[in-house]
């Protein structure tokens, strides 16, 4: 049964949000947290596993510093507190995905604790995201359900393993709830974890994948009567795996508590769990006495020092902030401020400077991304990086424009193919036959023919009206299918006319 | 004496994940309580400016560099595995959507 | 007369490098005694006769080629040991002495195996144990009682009866053992054999099943104080697979334990490791055996640690604790036993009650529980924690004993060996096997126990604890290796050549 919802204006009017967000980050490292088996994405199942992140009997943890300096960077980066002294200690539940049932983690202790990040939205308002930790912790493996309805857990008849995920390094990030962000909440939740992603992904401990479940998020959202300060009962929306999704999670939740309240009902405290499809989350695990984790120090594992030393040399090398990173590209790619903001909020930044870095110019990166591909995504309802197209191929793309083998709409056509999987823009062209036809010889034959089947057209540029030109060249393309080279043709009509430009 | 119920243990059995008779919980309410009152005492036994110990040796920062060690081949990984299929573990279905 | 079977590890050694005897015969004579005796004893769950005797051919055919192979081979190359079924092993299974485990293969090898096996000792099987190492008399174990070669009818102490008794009975010169609150001491001590647990992180723990990690430590068990020694020696040092391992070097074990000598050491007796509780044959042996350190030189004195009295509650809060969470992986997934649940709908939640349910013994159960409720929210602080604080008095007693003694000294057990089912239906009377061996797993310090003569009242053995301050290993040697041969000068021999003669004539030639 769907859940009711008030329309998000109609909560907005009643209600002020407040939220928070855990999103677990998967560290970049060769090896795992806590064994030297690799931390590799996509192989063939329990190939990346050893005794240890299997969980046999008499297998310990060692911890991979890198992992840790890792932590201590995104702790830095987000202007964390690095605790002197923090340890690990075991989360115990029992579930197939957790080799051991138990997770290690860390509790009352965590790395990094007491941050802030500014948050900037598309109309260039800040929002100040307190952190409350920044805590080291091991991923699960991954489960396949088989034998119940598109590989969803309910109704399934058995799942199948694969532990090859199981030790991956995580950091999560925690943040205070955050209050007074009122109808931009739902942007602000994108925005905050795109910020995340940025954030790891520019300090080069992360892929920051989204779609490979490098950066994952649980959206937590609560609602209070507008003036309240007393925080209302919390839901906590699992694996928001995408920066729409989060923001459309955030959404929905708004609205659903929203109706729940208005109703003279309570909200229930669980996790739920979001559905692409349908835009929407459906109930989860209540809270209850099930999650009692039983944490207690991990007795196999030995307390880190952080010195300050370490962490002062971590410091520095820590690379240039995106905030101050995104000042210094606009200048030096010279875009005006909306067209800049425009760039960011597109999420084609870092593409954008691939493909400068490629070799293409500022401009004609903007032209391909902010004029093509963007809307392309839009079509797609995809992010525009996932359209798969590479800095390389625009370079390339650009080029075979600029050198007059393609034209704009062929280019664009083009660009569809290398998109649909179709190879390089040049193997694209041929194979699609997209040749620019610049051999005069066939578009005499065209523009002659043309001049014949409108003779008073040819007849008012003959009598100097230039602008005319347009319909002959109109002819033209579409008797050369597009293929031509629509400057070549304009000169071409006018030499044959008698007619100078 | 203790109070633990024959509902505690049933409880403490749900978290452990083991299965137990009602004879079964009975009986090992009455033993736990035993237990329990026999080693209570410590609670009384340091005051709050005590610290905890929870390794008996201190050590810190024992690390291990990033470099990648050995691996199990799939069929040493599932040499144990009560069911597996294609190179994964097989599980019956699961309730929980944790 | 077997001598091949009675010698000291030591001796064995000193023969097999001096090629009086090959470490095939050698290797043999243990299967033979194995294949004579254990029918009765039950020591081993698993006996390894092939690769035994491979790796016993092999180090005859090294030491017969001579050269530079010859020449670099372990001085225990050839030696037999027997190990605890705790500790996992390639091409053996491990059962940890459980259901649970029954007919499991490990993958990979305990680091202790690897350096037995690059010692090339031939491992002579696996020996039985309380299930998980959970008990004082080996009764726990899911095959079977061990039985003391002493009186078959009496427990070997726990839970590494099993390599204990195998070393008692002759069965090996030496083996390995675990010991969490002192299943190497306790058993060493009702079978009149030796064994030591080793200072916390002085051998590597990876691949031993974990019961109570904080407080597990592997060790020797063996006939002799130089051959416990030996063997930690070998099996001990730094280990990179175990973030609790000690980079301290402990290579002047054999050393002390051969230069044997107290004279000027202040040795402190326990004042409450005694009195209520304690057998009176026991506490005249431990009499008897200060005066025979008094007499070569040792300065003896009274220390007090009153927290001790918290131990064996400290201990039974934090073991079974841990023992709650690292058993947790025995869940019927990814290996051992698996159980459908005899009705009801098939999940995975209830194949893991119901495999747990089976796999499980009624000690492993009962500590598991008990571990998940003194971890259990609400009652954290007043159980695990405050055990925890306990832990930190108990070390901060033995700062305060050992800044008036070099040592210290007291009974290990407080009885001897009791009867099979005598304590199987009371946990708390099992429990209180290990009052005075508990607290050096608690604060992580070093303890040895050695026989010290028979009970006047049931002629069985009584064993006597040293315990040094934390990396002071080899001063445990040294004491032990000197009171042992003190006692072993009044006796004419050792201990367990007044044991009861079991097997046939062919490998029963004991006495």
Not at chain 1, 39 to 55: K, M, R
Not at chain 1, 219 to 240: Q, Y
Not at chain 3, 410 to 435: Q, R
Request: proline content about 5%; hydrophobic content about 40%.
């Amino acid at each position: 049964m769907a859940d009711a919802t008030l329309t998000f204006d109609e909560a907005m009017e009643q209600f002020d949000p407040v939220l928070g967000f855990e999103v677990h980050v998967e560290l970049n490292t060769k090896t795992k947290m806590f064994s030297s088996a690799p931390n590799a994405f996509g192989d063939d199942p329990n190939t990346n596993v050893n005794e240890v992140d299997l969980g046999l009997p008499g297998v310990l943890p060692v911890v991979n510093k890198a992992a840790v300096e890792s932590s201590i960077k995104i702790g830095l980066a987000l202007n964390c507190e690095i605790a002197e002294s923090c340890r690990f200690a075991r989360k115990n539940y029992f579930y197939p995905d957790t080799p051991k049932n138990f997770q290690t983690s860390q509790y009352d202790e965590p790395i990094a604790h007491d941050g802030w990040i500014d948050i900037e939205l598309e109309d260039g308002e800040v929002f100040r995201v307190e952190i409350e930790r920044a805590h080291m912790e091991e991923d699960a493996g991954k489960l396949t359900h088989l034998g119940g309805a598109a590989g969803r857990i309910q109704g399934a008849e058995y799942s199948l393993v694969d532990y090859n995920r199981a030790g991956v390094p995580l950091v999560e990030i925690v943040t205070k709830p955050i209050v007074g962000a009122g109808r931009r909440a739902p942007e602000l939740a994108r925005a905050y974890v795109a910020a995340i992603r940025e954030i790891v992904k520019n300090l080069g401990v992360s892929d920051a994948r989204m779609e490979r479940g490098n950066v994952r998020c649980d959206a937590n959202v609560s609602l209070m009567p507008k003036g309240a300060t007393k925080f209302g009962i919390r839901s906590e929306t699992k694996n928001v795996n995408s920066l729409r999704s989060v923001e459309h999670a955030v959404r929905f939740e708004i609205q659903r508590h929203a109706a729940v309240l208005a109703a003279g009902a309570k909200v229930t405290q669980e996790t739920r769990h979001w559905h692409e499809d349908t835009r929407t989350t459906t109930a989860g695990r209540p809270k209850s006495d099930a999650d009692d984790y039983r944490y207690f120090p991990e007795p196999d594992l030995v307390p880190i020092h952080a010195s300050r030393e370490w962490v002062e040399s971590l410091r520095a090398q820590l690379p240039e902030p995106p905030a101050e990173r995104r000042k210094r590209l606009k200048t030096a790619w010279g875009y005006s401020d909306p067209e800049f903001r425009d760039v960011v909020n597109a999420g084609v930044m870092d593409a954008i400077e691939e493909t400068i870095s490629a070799g293409a110019s500022a401009a004609a990166a903007r032209k391909w991304w902010m004029g093509e591909i963007v809307g392309r995504a839009k079509v797609a309802d995809v992010d525009p990086a996932e359209l798969g197209v590479s800095a390389a191929a625009i370079v390339e793309l650009n080029g075979l424009v600029e050198g007059g083998k393609l034209n704009n709409k062929m280019a664009g056509q083009v660009l569809d193919g290398v998109i649909a999987g179709e190879g390089t823009p040049t193997q694209v062209m041929e194979a699609r036959g997209l040749v620019l036809v610049s051999d005069d010889g066939p578009l005499l034959e065209a523009i002659d023919a043309a001049l014949a089947a409108q003779p008073d057209v040819a007849d008012k540029i003959r009598a100097g009206k230039v602008q005319a030109v347009g319909a002959i060249v109109g002819g033209v393309m579409k008797a050369t299918r597009g293929q031509a080279d629509a400057g070549r043709v304009k000169e071409l009509i006018l030499e044959r006319l008698g007619v100078s430009a | 004496m203790a109070e633990i119920t024959r509902d505690d243990v049933a409880h403490l059995a749900q978290l452990a994940r083991i299965e137990m008779s009602p004879e079964e919980l009975d009986r090992m309410a009455g033993e736990l309580a035993h237990i329990v009152d026999a080693v209570k005492s410590v609670s009384e036994a340091a005051g709050p400016d005590v610290p905890a110990t929870s390794h008996p040796i201190a050590l810190s920062n024992v690390f291990r560099e990033d470099t990648v060690g050995h691996v199990l081949t799939p069929a040493e990984a599932l040499s144990g595995a009560p069911d597996a299929e294609e190179h994964r573990f097989r599980v019956p279905a699961i309730l929980d959507e944790e | 007369m077997n001598e091949l079977i009675t010698s000291t590890a030591a001796q064995l050694a000193a023969k097999l490098s001096a090629k009086e005897v090959s470490s095939e015969e050698v290797t043999q004579a243990h299967l033979d005694r194995i294949g004579d005796v254990d029918g009765q004893v039950h020591a081993f769950l698993h006996v390894n006769t092939e690769e035994a005797l491979t790796v016993a051919r092999e180090v005859d055919a090294i030491r017969a080629a001579g050269g530079e192979d010859a020449a670099g081979l372990h001085p225990m190359a050839g030696v037999p040991i027997a190990i605890k079924d705790l500790i996992v092993t390639v091409g053996q299974p491990t059962t940890a002495g459980s259901r649970i485990l029954e007919g499991w293969m490990s993958p990979y090898d305990a680091t202790v195996i690897k350096k037995i096996r690059a010692a090339k000792l031939p491992i002579l099987g696996k020996t039985n144990l309380d299930e998980f190492a959970m008990g004082s008399s080996t009764e726990h174990s899911a095959f079977g009682p061990t039985r003391n070669p002493w009186d078959l009818d009496r427990i070997p102490g726990g839970s590494g009866g099993g390599s204990a008794a195998a070393v008692a009975a002759f069965e090996a010169p030496l083996a390995l053992g675990t010991d969490t609150g002192g299943s190497i001491r306790q058993p060493g001590a009702v079978t009149g054999t030796v064994g030591v647990k080793p200072t916390y992180g002085a051998v590597s723990r990876y691949g031993a099943i974990a019961m109570a990690s904080s407080l597990d430590q592997i060790g020797p068990v063996s006939r002799s104080v130089l051959d416990a020694a030996l063997l930690q020696e070998l099996v001990g040092g730094h280990d990179p697979f175990d973030s609790t391992s000690l980079t301290d070097s402990f290579d002047t074990l054999a050393a002390a334990a051969r230069s044997g000598s107290v004279e000027g050491l202040r040795i402190g007796i326990v004042k409450e490791l005694g009195g209520e509780g304690f057998q009176p044959g026991v506490e005249a042996r431990f009499r008897d055996a200060v005066e025979l350190l008094r007499g070569a030189g040792a300065q003896i004195v009274e220390v007090s640690c009153p927290n001790f009295k918290y131990a064996l509650g400290a201990y039974y809060l934090i073991m079974p604790s841990e023992v709650s969470s690292n058993l947790a992986k025995f869940d019927g997934v990814r290996y051992g036993l698996r159980v459908l649940p005899q009705d009801g709908p098939l999940t995975i939640e209830r194949v893991m009650g119901a495999t747990r349910a089976a796999g499980f013994g009624a000690e492993a159960k009962r500590r598991i529980i008990l571990g998940t409720y003194a971890l259990s929210a609400g009652y954290y602080d007043a159980y695990y924690g405050s055990a925890q604080k306990v832990r930190t008095l108990i070390q901060r007693d033995f700062d305060a004993a050992f800044a008036q003694a070099d040592l210290l000294i007291s009974p290990t057990a407080p009885t001897t060996a009791f009867k099979l089912g005598e304590k199987l239906d009371d946990p708390l009377a099992m429990y209180l096997n290990d009052v005075a061996t508990i607290p050096a797993n608690l604060a992580g310090v070093p303890g040895l126990s050695l026989p010290g003569g028979l009970a006047d009242e049931d002629g069985l053995p009584v064993g006597i604890q040293l315990l040094a301050p934390a990396r002071e290993d080899a001063r445990l040697y040294r004491v032990g290796a000197a009171l042992e041969s003190l006692l072993e000068a009044q006796w004419g021999g050792p201990l367990l050549a007044k044991a009861p003669v079991l097997g046939t004539e062919k490998t029963g030639g004991v006495k």
